[in-house]
């Protein structure tokens, strides 16, 4: 799947053959090279006569090379309606925000279309309208839709209310920044049922266990509270510990568990099933089961795992690369290493205020994602450092002051780039900088950069051994590669680039012997 360049005139051209193509819209064209093939996709709210088509027909003809034996243009009437729209919508939601599933269904999404626009509501909870207004997701729900459907979309949200919960003090979690932790285990013993016949004996750590969803958890009752609800209904909260962590819990009794619930008492172990939701922006943590239990005497929390893999990006969102160099949409494509192609690399750059990882600061992030061989998306932020940015550096990096002044510090965006760079090989030049001055930033956040490096220094000394020196911008220059010395994106992007290009020199020498 090729997209081709200059799409909005080709497009304009196509509306321009006959009225009823005026909502006309190009989704793909699919180009098999080896076969002299190409297939022009298009989807159009109304019925398209026989004449027009020929017409389509005939401009995409004049569009592909004389050599190809077979052009096509299939035109596709797609007509949104509300319960396709719908549809799309809770999709790309749970696809690409599941969080935001938490506490909305599809039967949450309103949608009217009129005169071609579709007009869609969202009612969430609070807080998943604060992160919805805030990151721009509605933009982007916008542009999915209309690259599938032919009208167009304006999309708002609505609050609605939550369900009842008791609000315990555990501390102001934003949506938008949480992270799934890698979760160990504690395996107890002697399990007592108390109003879970379905009763089990491992439970998550409770350091490990802050985020939505259902989660079981054991402690030691360190204090039991009995409350009670405006309606009239008793509760207790309980507050237990597991030796990794502190959880208060509220429990809202049944009837025929009500007597041994309130036998609970301080010091007694207990297991219990737990739903952490959001209540004004904080987890509330709600004890749906619980079972009286021991705990193993001599537990020692393994060592922490760092966290998961963030739900979401939070402030730093990565962008379509651009192309650099001038391609047509029928060019044969290069044969590329498929060590290059079968992995995701993420080459990325640092600058920072010093070269101590222990004493200095980065004050940038620069990152490209090579997939399939080529690069796909961009990661780039300025840093703002606790400590001031010396001359010395000004003149090295570009970067003062002044510029770092409203950027996010490196704790706001280590989040986004573990999630960027997560399931790829990391690649740099002269890694061990970079690679060393990123894991000990990173650690006291939590985030543990295990991926395997490459190192592009390395790699140049020994692809290109004839060379004077092997500094970034002398292999740059030899293989006709442009960039601005200093900046972490400008030298992310040209390392990416003869990364790819000594890949694709060491596939040659490999042929060659």
Do not use: W
């Not at 034996?69 to 749970?94: G, H, M, P, T, W």
């Amino acid at each position: 799947m090729l997209k081709i360049t200059g799409a909005k005139a080709f497009i304009e051209g196509v509306r321009a053959l006959d009225e009823s193509l005026a909502g006309i819209r190009l989704c793909s064209i699919n180009v098999k090279k080896a076969e002299k093939e190409v297939v022009y996709r298009f989807i159009c709210e109304k019925t398209v006569g026989e004449e027009a088509q020929q017409k389509v027909a005939d401009y995409c003809m004049d569009s592909a090379p004389k050599s190809f034996r077979s052009v096509q243009a299939v035109i596709s009437k797609v007509v949104a309606d509300e319960e396709l729209v719908k549809n799309a919508i809770y999709r790309y939601i749970e696809k690409c925000y599941p969080s935001l599933t938490y506490d909305f269904t599809k039967d949450d999404i309103f949608a009217e279309g009129a005169n071609g626009i579709f007009r869609y509501t969202l009612r969430m909870i609070p807080s998943s309208c604060a992160y919805v207004k805030g990151n721009g997701t509605l933009k982007e729900l916008d542009a999915y839709l209309e690259r599938n459907f032919c009208d167009s979309f304006a999309g708002a949200t609505e609050e609605k209310e939550q369900k009842e919960h008791v609000e315990l003090s555990t501390g102001a979690v934003r949506l938008s920044a949480l992270s799934a932790i890698d979760k160990r285990v504690i395996k107890v013993s002697d399990v007592t049922v108390v109003d879970d016949p379905s009763a089990t004996d491992s439970a998550i750590y409770i350091e490990d266990s802050a985020e939505p969803g259902e989660v079981v958890l054991c402690g030691v009752v360190k204090e039991k509270r009995e409350k009670t609800t405006k309606n009239g209904k008793i509760f207790y909260i309980f507050d237990f510990e597991d030796g990794t962590g502190k959880a208060s819990g509220v429990y809202f009794t049944k009837k025929n568990t009500a007597e041994r619930i309130a036998k609970i008492g301080e010091g007694q172990g207990i297991i219990a099933r737990c739903r952490y939701e959001y209540y004004k922006e904080k987890l509330s943590l709600t004890i749906d089961r619980i079972n009286l239990c021991t705990l193993p005497a001599d537990f020692k929390p393994e060592p922490k795992r760092g966290k998961g893999v963030p739900l979401d990006y939070t402030l730093v969102r990565p962008r379509a690369a651009e192309e650099v160099k001038e391609v047509t949409l029928f060019d044969e494509p290069e044969e590329l290493p498929s060590e290059l192609t079968e992995k995701t690399y993420v080459v990325f750059d640092l600058e920072t205020t010093g070269t101590e990882p222990t004493r200095d600061e980065i004050t940038e992030i620069g990152a490209v994602k090579i997939e399939d061989g080529k690069i796909r998306e961009i990661f780039q932020t300025l840093v703002k450092p606790e400590q001031h940015i010396t001359e010395f550096i000004t003149e090295l990096t570009g970067i003062d002051d002044a510029m770092v002044a409203d950027a996010p510090p490196f704790g706001a965006v280590v989040g986004d780039f573990y999630k960027f760079a997560y399931g790829s090989v990391l690649v740099a030049h002269n890694a061990e900088f970079d690679v060393k001055f990123m894991r000990t930033q990173a650690k006291p956040y939590d985030y543990f950069f295990r991926n395997p490096v490459t190192d592009t220094l390395q790699m140049a000394r020994e692809t290109l051994p004839e060379l004077s020196n092997h500094k970034l911008n002398t292999v740059a220059e030899h293989y006709n590669v442009k960039f601005l010395h200093h900046r972490a994106l400008s030298d992310a992007y040209a390392t990416a680039q003869i990364f790819i290009e000594m890949m694709k020199s060491r596939k040659k020498m490999s042929q060659s012997q």
